[in-house]
Antibody, heavy 120, light 106 residues
Framework: QLQLQESGPGLVKPSETLSLTCTVS??????????WGWIRQPPGKGLDSIGT???????YYNPSLKSRVTMSVDTSKNQFSLKLRSVTAADTAVFYC????????????WGQGILVTVSS | SYELTQPPSVSVSPGQTASITCSGD??????ACWYQQRPGQSPVVVIF???KRPSGIPERFSGSNSGNSATLTISGTQAMDEADYYC?????????FGGGTRLTVL
């Protein structure tokens, strides 16, 4: 069964870069059958898509974050990653890594989430 | 930018039917899906492509989508259905989420 596990610092300083990794087990990132993505949820608020990517390198970022986001895949480690630059307190959120099904147009697998706080 | 609007809260008595709406411009021309998020847990898809249920999701969950609105219906609501529900659709390769609806089973 597919499992996704987020990892990275739980605290990031304002203006710095938030970096997270998602480790995939029970499946391979090296597939175009599915895509991968990141979704965030500020404390007590709703879900916000950050972006999606295919292992081939195609990426699709939320226009509201596009200037600050980079997502990539590391097939050798079966991982994919997120970098969010120039963070502010408004970026404090639980970050989920997800798998998406392009035929069903749905995120069918979610990691447990990792809380990242932006604070000095 | 495209927006999806949900009521902040819906209440239902156990055994009754709960309906949660999601509104967006010409939403019926897109596929809608619904996620359930229980407190402290990650979201789980309960409906995709408007009205399809993933394996393991009870039959009491159903969905519809036409015009400018999608609806998630829970028949015979149980206490375990108390959760936040989010609708989601795609707009220009970006996933758009509704603001979420807190379902309370009284």
């Amino acid at each position: 069964q597919l499992q996704l596990q987020e990892s990275g610092p739980g605290l990031v300083k304002p203006s710095e870069t938030l970096s997270l990794t998602c480790t995939v087990s029970g499946g391979s990132v090296s597939t175009n059958t599915y895509y991968w993505g990141w979704i965030r949820q500020p404390p007590g608020k709703g879900l916000d898509s950050i972006g999606t990517l295919y292992y081939s390198g195609s990426t699709y970022y939320n226009p509201s974050l596009k200037s600050r986001v980079t997502m990539s895949v590391d097939t050798s480690k079966n991982q994919f990653s997120l970098k969010l630059r120039s963070v502010t307190a408004a970026d404090t959120a639980v970050f989920y890594c997800v798998r998406g099904d392009p035929r069903a147009l749905v995120f069918d697998s979610w990691g447990q989430g990792i809380l990242v706080t932006v604070s000095s | 930018s495209y927006e999806l609007t949900q009521p902040p809260s819906v209440s239902v008595s156990p055994g009754q039917t709960a309906s949660i709406t999601c509104s967006g411009d010409k939403l019926g021309d897109k596929y809608a899906c619904w996620y359930q998020q229980r407190p402290g847990q990650s979201p789980v898809v309960v409906i995709f492509q408007d009205n399809k249920r993933p394996s393991g999701i009870p039959e009491r969950f159903s969905g519809s989508n036409s015009g400018n609105s999608a609806t998630l219906t829970i028949s015979g609501t149980q206490a375990m259905d108390e959760a936040d529900y989010y609708c989601q659709a795609w707009d220009s390769s970006t996933a758009i989420f509704g603001g979420g609806t807190r379902l309370t089973v009284l």
